[in-house]
């Protein structure tokens, strides 16, 4: 039952000691250092005065960390995160308890049990954000309707991937009964899928948000029974055959251990065995196997392991019928990281059939 799941949110702090008290009149370079010995900030006047704080660390470990490179950019951003999460603002009544703070209303919907707590500043801001996305809808390329991504949950930001795999689909003239979607996430692919006239899709997610979020995004319209949702990994409970399944995996491996929204955008060292095992054993006969991926880890040094062409060359599942490619446009003029190997990034649409 999806009454039974438990989203994924931000951990609420309860202190029984107080915390130290940042505001503009409080000592930057003392606070950060208080940061760095694991001591607990709290953001005590006004939203702003957290912003200008996190300001000030970025420049501080800009200092003391290189970020040219995409490892050293990863490097960073974890000292980043480290340091960041140990500063908090306080909510009650839903409310954060300091001046000209943003209302969000995640706040009410995700903790209907609490009514006084702390959450980490960063925290706060992706809440901030995320309600905006929720309220206001994301317009994409590839679909009529906006979407409405749920908190915690991953929605594409670019396009490329997505207009290839339209493309493909609109030249696609094999059977339409049904397909899965492993890792629906926001549901874009699948929602893509109906567009093109598939009678049932199902979906699949181990992220908990995915699966509440497109339950509630759907309701009891028709969309709600063309599209079937399943809480679980890969494959889930679907065991009958398919003549198309539809993968958007994560397109760089992981460095640590994963959370639920880490899975989104790392993956470990099973995912795509277990996959690829899974898959041969749901795909029909003449049935299409489609995989979006990147070449972004080898371009950025992070491996050279490419692992649906490892699956083709040593799996012995499934052959090669088609991929096609195209370049990422350029990073925006408004990025601070160094991009460069974005000229030579290409997304993948790889089609594959039993061997």
Same mark, same amino acid.
């Given at each position: 039952?999806?009454?039974? +799941?438990?989203?994924?949110?931000?951990?609420?702090?309860?202190?029984?000691? =107080?915390?130290?008290?940042?505001?503009?009149? /409080?000592?930057?370079?003392?606070?950060?250092?208080?940061?760095?010995?694991?001591?607990?900030?709290?953001?005590?006047?006004?939203?702003?005065?957290?912003?200008?704080? &996190?300001?000030?660390?970025? %420049?501080?470990?800009?200092?003391?960390?290189?970020?040219?490179?995409?490892?050293?950019?990863?490097?960073?951003?974890?000292?980043?995160?480290?340091?960041?999460?140990?500063?908090? +603002?306080?909510? !009650?009544?839903?409310?954060?308890?300091?001046?000209?703070? =943003?209302?969000?209303?995640?706040?009410?919907?995700?903790?209907?049990?609490?009514?006084?707590?702390?959450?980490?500043?960063?925290?706060?801001?992706? &809440?901030? /954000?995320?309600?905006?996305?929720?309220?206001?809808?994301?317009?994409?390329?590839?679909?009529? /309707?906006?979407?409405? =991504?749920?908190?915690?949950?991953?929605?594409?930001?670019?396009?490329?991937?997505?207009?290839?795999?339209?493309? $493909?689909?609109?030249?696609?003239?094999? =059977?339409?009964?049904?397909? +899965?979607? !492993?890792?629906?996430? *926001?549901?874009?692919?699948?929602?893509?899928?109906?567009?093109?006239?598939?009678?049932?899709?199902?979906?699949?997610?181990?992220?908990?948000?995915?699966?509440?979020?497109?339950?509630?995004?759907?309701?009891?319209?028709?969309?709600?029974?063309? +599209?079937? %949702?399943?809480?679980?990994?890969?494959?889930?409970?679907?065991?009958?055959?398919?003549?198309?399944?539809?993968?958007?995996?994560?397109?760089?491996?992981?460095?640590?251990?994963?959370?639920?929204?880490?899975?989104?955008? *790392?993956?470990?060292? *099973?995912?795509?065995?277990?996959?690829?095992?899974?898959?041969?054993?749901?795909?029909?006969?003449?049935?299409?196997? !489609?995989?979006?991926?990147?070449?972004?880890?080898?371009?950025?040094?992070?491996?050279?392991?490419?692992?649906?062409?490892?699956?083709?060359?040593?799996?012995?599942?499934?052959?090669?019928?088609?991929?096609?490619?195209?370049? !990422?446009?350029?990073? /925006?003029?408004?990025?601070?990281?160094?991009?460069?190997?974005?000229?030579?990034?290409?997304?993948?649409? $790889?089609?594959?059939?039993?061997?």
């Amino acid at each position: 039952m999806i009454t039974d +799941i438990h989203v994924n949110k931000p951990i609420p702090f309860f202190s029984e000691e =107080p915390l130290i008290s940042f505001s503009r009149a /409080s000592n930057v370079t003392l606070t950060i250092k208080a940061l760095e010995a694991g001591k607990p900030v709290l953001i005590t006047a006004v939203y702003s005065d957290g912003l200008d704080l &996190l300001k000030a660390l970025h %420049l501080y470990l800009k200092k003391q960390f290189p970020n040219q490179t995409f490892k050293e950019q990863r490097a960073y951003r974890l000292a980043y995160q480290k340091l960041s999460k140990l500063i908090y +603002i306080d909510i !009650v009544d839903y409310k954060l308890i300091v001046k000209k703070a =943003p209302s969000i209303g995640w706040l009410a919907k995700l903790y209907p049990e609490h009514n006084n707590f702390l959450l980490p500043f960063t925290k706060v801001q992706g &809440l901030n /954000s995320a309600w905006q996305w929720y309220t206001n809808g994301i317009s994409l390329p590839v679909l009529r /309707s906006k979407i409405h =991504p749920y908190y915690g949950v991953y929605f594409p930001t670019r396009f490329d991937h997505l207009i290839l795999f339209d493309n $493909w689909l609109n030249r696609y003239n094999g =059977p339409k009964k049904s397909a +899965i979607d !492993v890792g629906i996430g *926001s549901g874009v692919l699948a929602l893509q899928l109906v567009k093109f006239g598939f009678q049932k899709v199902f979906g699949t997610d181990t992220n908990p948000n995915a699966i509440v979020g497109l339950t509630e995004a759907m309701g009891d319209t028709k969309l709600s029974r063309k +599209i079937e %949702l399943d809480f679980a990994s890969l494959f889930g409970k679907w065991e009958k055959q398919t003549e198309l399944i539809v993968f958007n995996p994560p397109w760089l491996p992981a460095t640590h251990n994963l959370d639920k929204i880490d899975e989104a955008i *790392s993956y470990n060292d *099973s995912l795509f065995p277990d996959f690829f095992e899974g898959a041969k054993q749901r795909l029909l006969p003449e049935g299409k196997l !489609v995989l979006i991926f990147s070449n972004l880890a080898q371009i950025t040094k992070v491996t050279e392991t490419h692992p649906i062409q490892q699956e083709l060359a040593n799996g012995g599942r499934f052959k090669l019928e088609q991929c096609l490619k195209r370049s !990422v446009k350029s990073a /925006s003029e408004k990025t601070k990281r160094n991009q460069n190997w974005r000229e030579t990034e290409e997304v993948e649409l $790889w089609i594959l059939v039993h061997a």
